[in-house]
């Protein structure tokens, strides 16, 4: 799962990472949409990643925005 970590400012710039894997065809490609950090609270990100068979995969991660 892709979290955002580290420091951020309010307001401020953050990205999810994913670490999508695929033990059968592989995967061919993989994002994440952008992290909001203009509320301090609990935030989701949603990330999805595609095989090159053409499967997709999309995941939900909630995160807490706190300072």
């Given amino acids: 799962r892709a979290v955002p970590t ?3 400012s309010l307001g401020g710039a953050a990205t999810a990472t994913p670490n ?3 033990g059968g ?3 061919a490609s ?3 949409a952008a992290v909001a950090t203009s509320a301090i609270g609990d935030q989701t990100v949603l990330c999805t990643a595609t095989d090159n068979a053409g499967n997709t995969s999309t995941v939900l991660v909630h995160f807490t925005f706190a300072h």
Avoid: L, M, N, S
Wanted: aromatic letters at 8%; hydrophobic letters at 25%.
């Fill in 6 to 8: 580290g420091t951020f």
């Fill in 25 to 27: 065809t592989g995967v």
């Fill in 30 to 32: 993989q994002g994440c």
């Fill in 20 to 22: 999508a894997t695929d």
